[in-house]
């Protein structure tokens, strides 16, 4: 039995992903090594053969092409057999008429999980909780998310956040709420605000700003 009070140190936002070698259904993997240059969005799930469980990889499945085209790829685990995971994979392609086209780590020990804080007092010992790590291509934690055993996650969500995590990189800019739909300034993207005087002043000269410390732009439109 797995005892979650032994979990420490677990990965944190800027922190390196904590490496690893993995049994998977398309073969071993050493991560993050194996993944060097790419997107990954490491995630786990309490158990195959599940409702919730199978509605998402349904839904990761039917995106995978989206994450690819932003230069990311997927990887599951939870803590079953990758015998299960193959016979799991094959009820979805009957059932379901979807092929699971990633890897799905087989945690039988729980090590895995256990690296990555993915197990939680309601994960009673043997079962993952959601967790959802975003990592960059130099092989950094850069986002976070968790949810319960209960609620399924949102895969358009997964990718927003995705897609603001390399805007932001690229265009050295903050992202609004509900970006691209912001209520306030749309899909525009937030100038982050000066240090000193002179650089306040400079402001409503350069974006369009509400006040010196909340400006804004279009993207694309790099006056830095």
Same mark, same amino acid.
């Given at each position: 039995?797995?005892?979650?009070?032994?979990?420490?140190?677990?990965?944190?936002?800027?922190?390196?992903?904590?490496?690893?070698?993995?049994?998977?259904?398309?073969?071993?993997?050493?991560?993050?090594?194996?993944?060097?240059?790419?997107?990954?969005?490491?995630?786990?799930?309490?158990?195959?053969?599940?409702?919730?469980?199978?509605?998402?990889?349904?839904?990761?499945?039917?995106?995978?092409?989206?994450?690819?085209?932003?230069?990311?790829?997927?990887?599951?685990?939870?803590?079953?057999?990758?015998? $299960?995971?193959?016979?799991?994979? &094959?009820? %979805?392609?009957? *059932?379901?008429? #979807?092929?699971? =086209?990633?890897?799905?780590?087989?945690?039988?020990?729980?090590?895995?999980?256990?690296?990555?804080?993915?197990?939680?007092?309601?994960?009673?010992?043997?079962?993952?909780?959601?967790?959802?790590?975003?990592?960059?291509?130099?092989?950094?934690?850069?986002?976070?998310?968790?949810?319960?055993?209960?609620?399924?996650?949102?895969?358009?969500?997964?990718?927003?956040?995705?897609?603001?995590?390399?805007?932001?990189?690229?265009?050295?800019?903050?992202?609004? $709420?509900?970006?691209?739909?912001? &209520?306030? %300034?749309?899909? *525009?993207?937030? #100038?982050?605000? =000066?240090?000193?005087?002179?650089?306040?002043?400079?402001?409503?000269?350069?974006?369009?700003?509400?006040?010196?410390?909340?400006?804004?732009?279009?993207?694309?439109?790099?006056?830095?």
């Amino acid at each position: 039995m797995i005892n979650i009070s032994e979990i420490r140190n677990l990965p944190l936002i800027g922190d390196p992903a904590p490496a690893f070698s993995a049994q998977t259904t398309q073969g071993p993997i050493n991560f993050p090594a194996d993944y060097r240059g790419k997107w990954v969005v490491l995630f786990s799930h309490p158990a195959d053969y599940t409702p919730v469980c199978t509605t998402e990889f349904v839904a990761f499945a039917k995106r995978y092409d989206k994450f690819r085209e932003m230069n990311a790829e997927l990887i599951g685990l939870s803590i079953d057999q990758v015998y $299960a995971h193959i016979k799991w994979e &094959e009820w %979805i392609a009957e *059932k379901l008429k #979807v092929e699971i =086209p990633f890897p799905i780590i087989a945690d039988n020990t729980g090590k895995i999980a256990t690296l990555y804080g993915m197990l939680h007092p309601e994960a009673k010992g043997t079962q993952a909780v959601r967790a959802t790590f975003i990592i960059d291509p130099d092989g950094i934690v850069r986002g976070i998310l968790y949810y319960p055993l209960s609620v399924g996650r949102n895969m358009d969500e997964i990718l927003r956040f995705l897609k603001a995590l390399q805007v932001s990189d690229n265009e050295g800019v903050s992202l609004p $709420a509900n970006w691209p739909n912001n &209520e306030i %300034i749309g899909d *525009k993207a937030i #100038v982050s605000p =000066p240090n000193n005087v002179k650089d306040a002043r400079e402001m409503p000269k350069k974006y369009e700003c509400f006040d010196w410390w909340f400006c804004y732009r279009k993207l694309g439109d790099d006056k830095r």
